[in-house]
């Protein structure tokens, strides 16, 4: 926001230079980024009034001019410029004057006929970037008077950089308001005083009263929209970044900045009926003030006649209902609107307008009727017209709680470190227009105003004490520390030592939002908790995930738009089942996408499958030691058939599979393979232990067993483990066959049996004897046939 310091000490003007003040505002938590003038240096130029104006005698285009500059005598100036005509107020600058550019002003003879000075442009005094002629000045410009000194060019613009947190100081008032608190200095309210008589014509209804606590209407009649804006005005609203446009709408936009409070001028004769803040209804359009039409969502509150929509509420007003020179009867609107019904929805039509910059934030519920007086006010003053009573609609039931804070002296020396003078703290408190509800002799009960949306808690106080007292004066302590070194098991697996393993494997580390789209909760994980965001960064960002899946989709797919098609990520982070601290879980997820192998000439691509993912999460899951089982299950955002369920000890802790069809298409998306698993589940480990080599040789059998297709590999293995045989070492799938010679549901399975001693080296008729163990039990148990 920028703000002149002009304006500004009206209100407020500590003995500092501006540049001093700016520094304070800094230290104080409102970032400046930076200060300028509004002009660039340059001297002797006055307020000169053209007396006559001839023609040149030997040139046509030049004019030859008797400016009275406030001396004795009047000065002959030439000039060129078509505008210029007897009994203008123009710029003089005088001989000896400096002007940027380091171009000075001297006596000059332009074809035989002298001049004494120069009438300037605003261009030429650095005042604009282009000008079509001299500048004009208003008929009451003081002859003789310095430029500086009448047009306020000493003056300075201050860009603050404010946080989304003090959408209070969008406004002088709000600026005004940290000054009197970091120099106890009292700052003046403008005077206000309306002499209102009768009610509005316009009756006004709140459908809505929880987006829309507070709204107020107030006719003025008679009044005329052709007058020209004060110069004064239009000089604050141009050096605070704000156009100027019909007296009417200068002044709701003056008292945006003034007081921070947006506001609306609806032309009287436009409006139908009586006005209804309401939610728009499916399909209802409206041209909007900066010539779009927009299609409304239900979810967005407009203001609205009996025939059509006004305005986006709390955004931007309609082009058919706006206020135009010709306009002789407005109804001003100020109203309050909850920041929670206002967040986003400018965004979401691709709009960012004041209005909506301060409402989002929270706008002070107590000023609406201040600033409805304050512009009726100024449109008396400068526009005429006759003023009527307010209409208000206010439920005071859906206004913001002050709810009161209790902070403690102890408090504040544990937090900031180092003790605060009590009177010191009360003094800043009230100068903050904070309420002290009650007292005792080492604690206070604070009610913040109704213009601080960001205090809620103790913290919050204290922080205003800190930057009150100046970041830059805060002691600078030791820090003492107790230290507690926790014993970090030795069975426990190092995350880095997890993601180092992926990373070895090809996979790039990825870190995305918590919050994501709502459509891709929907799409991925159903039946999990919706927790919607309450200020939303956008519509895109509005949902706590429950998987990772979405962040690494929307990677992939970012991706794939910019030509890169073999993708291996995965990333680490919390998911949330809830908002409790017991609700959320750190999760390992990854996914891969494309390619096998990079193309090279030797071969042909091979494309990644379900294996491939699989082996990738299987190297992960080996850290651990502990035996996870993997059982075919559906998943809605995994493809039927080529999807896993993942569990330890008899507990589900992940998910494996392929991209469902449906999500591909839905997400424009190439086939995917992806995998989640709880990260607890894999940094539990065992310790390890030593096992005595063998210097004997390995006896190995091979045997093809047909079983029924549906029965899963696992299982035979696991029930081999599970015979404890003497000296077994281990055993390997290493075919699987389907087809001619195997009847029809059945399958061929191919396993390698390993035994060996420690002690000699195994005949054959002991290792044959423990193969056909393993043959009886997998008929027995699973009626395997051998093939």
């Given at each position: 926001m920028n703000i002149s310091t002009s304006w500004l000490r009206e209100w407020i003007s500590p003995v500092v230079t501006d540049e001093v003040l700016a520094e304070q505002l800094t230290m104080a938590g409102l970032e400046v980024d930076s200060i300028e003038t509004v002009a660039p240096a340059f001297s002797k130029v006055v307020v000169g009034h053209v007396v006559s104006c001839e023609k040149h005698p030997d040139a046509d285009k030049l004019n030859l001019c008797q400016v009275d500059v406030g001396e004795a005598e009047t000065v002959q100036i030439i000039c060129g410029a078509k505008n210029v005509r007897t009994g203008l107020k123009v710029m003089a600058a005088l001989v000896g004057a400096k002007l940027p550019g380091d171009f000075k002003i001297k006596k000059a003879k332009l074809r035989g006929v002298e001049s004494f000075g120069m009438i300037c442009s605003d261009s030429e005094l650095g005042l604009s970037d282009a000008s079509d002629g001299i500048a004009e000045l208003d008929v009451e410009a003081p002859i003789g008077q310095d430029i500086r000194e009448y047009l306020d060019l000493d003056d300075h613009i201050i860009e603050l950089d404010i946080t989304p947190n003090r959408g209070d100081c969008f406004s002088v008032l709000g600026v005004a308001r940290e000054v009197s608190a970091n120099y106890n200095m009292a700052f003046v309210m403008p005077e206000i005083e309306v002499n209102a008589s009768g009610n509005s014509s316009i009756s006004t209804n709140v459908s809505n009263t929880k987006a829309c606590p507070k709204y107020l209407t107030r006719a003025i009649n008679g009044i005329d929209n052709t007058v020209q804006t004060p110069q004064w005005m239009a000089d604050k609203l141009t050096r605070s970044?704000?156009?100027?446009?019909?007296?009417?709408?200068?002044?709701?936009?003056?008292?945006?900045?003034?007081?921070?409070?947006?506001?609306?001028?609806?032309?009287?004769?436009?409006?139908?009926?009586?006005?209804?803040?309401?939610?728009?209804?499916?399909?209802?359009?409206?041209?909007?003030?900066?010539?779009?039409?927009?299609?409304?969502?239900?979810?967005?509150?407009?203001?609205?006649?009996?025939?059509?929509?006004?305005?986006?509420?709390?955004?931007?007003?309609?082009?058919?209902?706006?206020?135009?020179?010709?306009?002789?009867?407005?109804?001003?609107?100020?109203?309050?609107?909850?920041?929670?019904?206002?967040?986003?929805?400018?965004?979401?039509?691709?709009?960012?307008?004041?209005?909506?910059?301060?409402?989002?934030?929270?706008?002070?519920?107590?000023?609406?009727?201040?600033?409805?007086?304050?512009?009726?006010?100024?449109?008396?003053?400068?526009?005429?017209?006759?003023?009527?009573?307010?209409?208000?609609?206010?439920?005071?039931?859906?206004?913001?709680?002050?709810?009161?804070?209790?902070?403690?002296?102890?408090?504040?020396?544990?937090?900031?470190?180092?003790?605060?003078?009590?009177?010191?703290?009360?003094?800043?408190?009230?100068?903050?227009?904070?309420?002290?509800?009650?007292?005792?002799?080492?604690?206070?009960?604070?009610?913040?105003?109704?213009?601080?949306?960001?205090?809620?808690?103790?913290?919050?106080?204290i922080e205003e004490l800190a930057r009150l007292y100046g970041y830059d004066k805060l002691p600078v302590q030791k820090l003492s520390l107790d230290a507690n070194i926790n014993v970090i098991k030795e069975a426990q697996v190092d995350?880095?030592?997890?993601?180092?393993?992926?990373?070895s494997r090809g996979y790039q580390e990825?870190?995305?939002?918590?919050?994501?789209?709502?459509?891709?909760?929907?799409?991925?994980?159903?039946?999990?908790?919706?927790?919607?965001?309450?200020?939303?960064?956008?519509?895109?960002?509005?949902?706590?995930?429950?998987?990772?899946?979405?962040?690494?989709?929307?990677?992939?797919?970012?991706?794939?738009?910019?030509?890169?098609?073999?993708?291996?990520?995965?990333?680490?982070?919390?998911?949330?089942?809830?908002?409790?601290?017991?609700?959320?879980?750190?999760?390992?997820?990854?996914?891969?996408?494309?390619?096998?192998?990079?193309?090279?000439?030797?071969?042909?691509?091979?494309?990644?499958?379900?294996?491939?993912?699989?082996?990738?999460?299987?190297?992960?899951?080996?850290?651990?030691?502990?035996?996870?089982?993997?059982?075919?299950?559906e998943h809605p955002a995994l493809q039927k058939g080529q999807s896993a369920k993942i569990s330890l000890n008899g507990e589900q802790v992940g998910w494996i599979g392929a991209l469902s069809p449906t999500l591909q298409k839905e997400l424009s998306l190439p086939q995917c393979y992806l995998y989640e698993v709880d990260l607890n589940a894999i940094l539990i480990g065992r310790v390890a232990k030593y096992q005595a080599f063998s210097s004997y040789q390995q006896a190995q059998r091979d045997i093809a067993l047909v079983v029924d297709q549906a029965t899963p590999v696992a299982q035979l293995t696991d029930a081999i483990k599970g015979l404890c045989q003497e000296h077994f070492v281990g055993v390997n799938l290493f075919d699987v066959y389907a087809g001619e010679h195997v009847e029809s549901g059945k399958k061929s399975v191919a396993l390698n049996l390993i035994y060996q001693s420690l002690e000699a080296t195994l005949a054959d008729e002991e290792v044959n004897t423990k193969v056909d163990e393993v043959l009886s039990l997998m008929q027995d148990k699973f009626s395997a046939t051998l093939r």
């Amino acid at each position: 926001m920028n703000i002149s310091t002009s304006w500004l000490r009206e209100w407020i003007s500590p003995v500092v230079t501006d540049e001093v003040l700016a520094e304070q505002l800094t230290m104080a938590g409102l970032e400046v980024d930076s200060i300028e003038t509004v002009a660039p240096a340059f001297s002797k130029v006055v307020v000169g009034h053209v007396v006559s104006c001839e023609k040149h005698p030997d040139a046509d285009k030049l004019n030859l001019c008797q400016v009275d500059v406030g001396e004795a005598e009047t000065v002959q100036i030439i000039c060129g410029a078509k505008n210029v005509r007897t009994g203008l107020k123009v710029m003089a600058a005088l001989v000896g004057a400096k002007l940027p550019g380091d171009f000075k002003i001297k006596k000059a003879k332009l074809r035989g006929v002298e001049s004494f000075g120069m009438i300037c442009s605003d261009s030429e005094l650095g005042l604009s970037d282009a000008s079509d002629g001299i500048a004009e000045l208003d008929v009451e410009a003081p002859i003789g008077q310095d430029i500086r000194e009448y047009l306020d060019l000493d003056d300075h613009i201050i860009e603050l950089d404010i946080t989304p947190n003090r959408g209070d100081c969008f406004s002088v008032l709000g600026v005004a308001r940290e000054v009197s608190a970091n120099y106890n200095m009292a700052f003046v309210m403008p005077e206000i005083e309306v002499n209102a008589s009768g009610n509005s014509s316009i009756s006004t209804n709140v459908s809505n009263t929880k987006a829309c606590p507070k709204y107020l209407t107030r006719a003025i009649n008679g009044i005329d929209n052709t007058v020209q804006t004060p110069q004064w005005m239009a000089d604050k609203l141009t050096r605070s970044g704000q156009a100027t446009h019909s007296p009417v709408v200068d002044i709701t936009n003056y008292v945006l900045m003034e007081l921070g409070q947006p506001m609306h001028a609806f032309d009287l004769s436009k409006i139908k009926g009586a006005i209804d803040v309401r939610n728009a209804n499916s399909g209802e359009t409206v041209e909007l003030l900066n010539d779009s039409t927009v299609e409304l969502k239900e979810d967005t509150l407009v203001i609205a006649d009996e025939n059509s929509v006004l305005a986006i509420a709390g955004v931007m007003g309609g082009e058919a209902s706006s206020a135009q020179t010709t306009t002789t009867d407005i109804l001003l609107e100020s109203a309050f609107f909850e920041p929670v019904s206002i967040a986003g929805k400018a965004r979401n039509y691709g709009l960012h307008t004041e209005s909506s910059l301060r409402f989002e934030r929270g706008v002070d519920f107590n000023i609406t009727e201040l600033a409805l007086d304050r512009a009726a006010q100024l449109v008396v003053e400068i526009c005429g017209g006759e003023v009527s009573d307010i209409t208000a609609n206010i439920d005071d039931s859906t206004l913001p709680e002050l709810t009161p804070i209790t902070i403690t002296k102890a408090k504040i020396q544990k937090v900031l470190g180092f003790e605060l003078d009590s009177d010191w703290i009360e003094e800043k408190f009230i100068n903050l227009d904070f309420e002290i509800s009650d007292k005792t002799a080492d604690s206070w009960t604070i009610v913040p105003p109704s213009f601080r949306f960001d205090i809620r808690i103790p913290a919050d106080l204290i922080e205003e004490l800190a930057r009150l007292y100046g970041y830059d004066k805060l002691p600078v302590q030791k820090l003492s520390l107790d230290a507690n070194i926790n014993v970090i098991k030795e069975a426990q697996v190092d995350q880095y030592d997890v993601m180092q393993a992926l990373v070895s494997r090809g996979y790039q580390e990825v870190i995305t939002y918590s919050f994501i789209a709502e459509k891709y909760q929907t799409l991925i994980d159903p039946s999990a908790k919706k927790i919607t965001l309450s200020n939303p960064i956008s519509a895109d960002m509005s949902t706590m995930r429950s998987s990772l899946w979405a962040g690494l989709l929307q990677t992939v797919e970012s991706n794939q738009r910019r030509g890169h098609t073999d993708a291996r990520f995965f990333e680490i982070g919390l998911c949330f089942a809830g908002v409790k601290a017991d609700e959320q879980s750190n999760k390992l997820a990854g996914i891969v996408s494309g390619n096998r192998f990079d193309a090279q000439w030797s071969g042909e691509t091979q494309p990644l499958d379900f294996f491939d993912a699989k082996a990738d999460l299987e190297s992960i899951l080996s850290f651990t030691s502990a035996i996870f089982d993997f059982e075919a299950a559906e998943h809605p955002a995994l493809q039927k058939g080529q999807s896993a369920k993942i569990s330890l000890n008899g507990e589900q802790v992940g998910w494996i599979g392929a991209l469902s069809p449906t999500l591909q298409k839905e997400l424009s998306l190439p086939q995917c393979y992806l995998y989640e698993v709880d990260l607890n589940a894999i940094l539990i480990g065992r310790v390890a232990k030593y096992q005595a080599f063998s210097s004997y040789q390995q006896a190995q059998r091979d045997i093809a067993l047909v079983v029924d297709q549906a029965t899963p590999v696992a299982q035979l293995t696991d029930a081999i483990k599970g015979l404890c045989q003497e000296h077994f070492v281990g055993v390997n799938l290493f075919d699987v066959y389907a087809g001619e010679h195997v009847e029809s549901g059945k399958k061929s399975v191919a396993l390698n049996l390993i035994y060996q001693s420690l002690e000699a080296t195994l005949a054959d008729e002991e290792v044959n004897t423990k193969v056909d163990e393993v043959l009886s039990l997998m008929q027995d148990k699973f009626s395997a046939t051998l093939r």
